[in-house]
């Protein structure tokens, strides 16, 4: 596609249930990263794709957090058992190997009531 | 490890007003410095990029030049608008290691007319 595309652009969900957050990177870019930008924070890098594997998954939170990327193209990150500090604005990004800019997505707004 | 710490927000200016956005960084090695902007409703878009020393990045009147004697890469525009009402991130990216960014906090600028 044009651009990263990433879905829902909003989710609200309850305490407890699990979510999934998906990331369509453009097309022919290898590299692929997921990030939490939270009210008045800045942005928090949570794990970073090489093709199908994650060479560095320092930043995901807790063990409720997992992502995987199959066929090098899309990615999805799921949040375990919610709570409601997990409520933030997630942000994908794509970029070719080697490539200095990032693409971001317009990101998922997710609430945990 | 990487940080980046950016002039702590809001900034509000008029219209025509000099800017200076203060960013300051750690990091081992030589890394690459970016200033990433996001205007309201918007995803996150690369403004600008230096990767060496002495390097200057410049997009749509924006300058910042790559410091390592004081380990700095100030966002500046000489004359700014309404339309460059936004929250301005600055970013490094290590050469050693992966290619993931670490981000500032941000700074949201408003310029009123």
């Known amino acids: 596609g044009a651009g990263v595309s990433q879905s829902p652009s909003n989710k609200v969900t309850e305490k407890g249930k699990d979510v999934e957050l998906r990331c369509d990177p453009i097309?022919?870019?290898?590299?692929l990263y997921w990030y939490r930008q939270s009210l008045g924070q800045g942005l928090e890098f949570l794990i970073y794709?090489?093709?199908?594997?994650?060479?560095?998954k320092s930043g995901l939170p807790s063990d409720r957090f997992s992502a995987e990327r199959t066929g090098g193209s899309v990615s999805t990150l799921t949040i375990q058992r919610t709570q409601q500090e997990d409520s933030a604005v997630y942000l994908c990004?794509?970029?070719?190997?080697?490539?200095?800019?990032?693409?971001f997505g317009s990101g998922t707004r997710l609430t945990v009531v | 490890g990487d940080s980046v710490t950016q002039m702590e927000g809001p900034v509000t200016l008029s219209e025509e007003a000099f800017l200076t956005i203060n960013c300051t960084y750690t990091?081992?090695?030589?890394?690459?410095l970016f200033w990433y902007v996001q205007y309201p409703g918007e995803g996150l878009q690369l403004l600008l990029k230096?990767?060496?020393?002495?390097d200057k990045g410049s997009n749509k009147g924006f300058e910042a030049t790559y410091r390592k004697e004081t380990t700095s890469f100030h966002l500046e525009k000489g004359s700014v608008q309404v339309s460059d009402s936004a929250v301005y991130f600055c970013?490094?990216?290590?050469?050693?290691?992966?290619?993931?960014?670490?981000f500032g906090t941000g700074t949201r600028l408003t310029i009123i007319p």
């Open positions: 990004a794509s970029s070719e190997e080697g490539g200095y800019g990032y693409t």
């Open positions: 990091a081992t090695g030589y890394p690459s």
């Open positions: 230096a990767t060496k020393a002495d």
């Open positions: 970013a490094l990216r290590s050469n050693f290691g992966n290619e993931k960014l670490t």
């Open positions: 794709f090489q093709g199908n594997s994650a060479p560095d």
């Open positions: 097309s022919g870019h290898t590299a």
